[in-house]
């Protein structure tokens, strides 16, 4: 039986921070602001401080950043209590995200040939993502800077239409199972099936590499990302939600 535990910390190490500080069984991530994944309070261990000291002391270091001091809730997060004690200290309730695993072993190879992958970085890649995610100059350059600190076996896929990208990714692999990450597709392209070979792409990759189970974090109510997983056997295994203040 899987641990929801043990894929909420491999999930964290496949998209990682910029700098991690460990605080009283709370992981606290920075990464210049750019996505909650990694500029976020993680509440993954039990601790011995108060909640409330604790808490003023999460938002006081994000607040010396410029950011909003964001806590990701899982059904684990510790101490038992910690989302409404944040509901009281007028954090709002933001994205709420599925976490989804399913079995590679039965996985069918893609077919379609048109299709760019690299095990490393590429500025190919990152320029095809920036576009596609609409990314500014900075948020591209953390970007790049996350994805070359990252020690895990990785790949990057572009899917192309007619010689020009249609869908890009990427898959991280750590004991046994692959992450899917920033998946899109191009707007004007949607609809037509790149998001499906570009996941059968990344995750095959995955299964090449020895992965026998790929996970991924979407949020629920995209309903569209949510049909497409469900055709690769993907299911809930846990959720998490975000609890943000204002600066």
Not at 134 to 144: F, S, V
Not at 147 to 164: C, D, I, S, T, Y
Not at 216 to 225: D, R, T
């Amino acid at each position: 039986m899987e641990n929801p535990k043990r894929i909420e910390e491999i999930s964290l190490n496949g998209w990682p921070a910029l700098q991690t500080l460990l605080y009283d069984g709370w992981l606290l991530r920075f990464a210049d602001g750019y996505s909650k994944r990694s500029n976020s309070v993680n509440p993954l261990y039990g601790s011995a401080y108060e909640v409330d000291e604790k808490i003023a002391y999460c938002e006081s270091l994000y607040k010396e950043r410029g950011q909003a001091a964001v806590f990701k809730v899982t059904p684990f997060a510790e101490p038992a209590g910690l989302d409404a004690k944040l509901e009281e200290r007028g954090y709002a309730f933001v994205d709420h995200t599925l976490v989804k695993t399913a079995s590679l072993l039965d996985l069918e190879p893609s077919t379609y040939e048109d299709v760019v992958i690299a095990t490393e970085l590429t500025s190919y890649w990152l320029d095809t993502i920036a576009e596609l995610q609409g990314l500014n100059a900075d948020q591209k350059e953390t970007t790049r800077r996350m994805m070359e600190g990252q020690p895990l076996r990785k790949a990057f896929v572009v899917v192309r239409h007619e010689g020009a990208p249609a869908a890009c990714g990427m898959a991280v692999i750590e004991q046994g199972y692959a992450g899917l990450y920033d998946i899109v597709t191009d707007p004007k392209l949607r609809g037509r099936g790149y998001g499906e070979i570009l996941t059968r792409h990344l995750l095959g990759w995955a299964k090449e590499q020895g992965a026998e189970r790929g996970y991924l974090l979407v949020v629920k109510n995209n309903e569209a990302a949510n049909r497409l997983y469900d055709k690769f056997g993907f299911r809930q295994l846990y959720d998490y939600w975000y609890r943000v203040k204002k600066v």
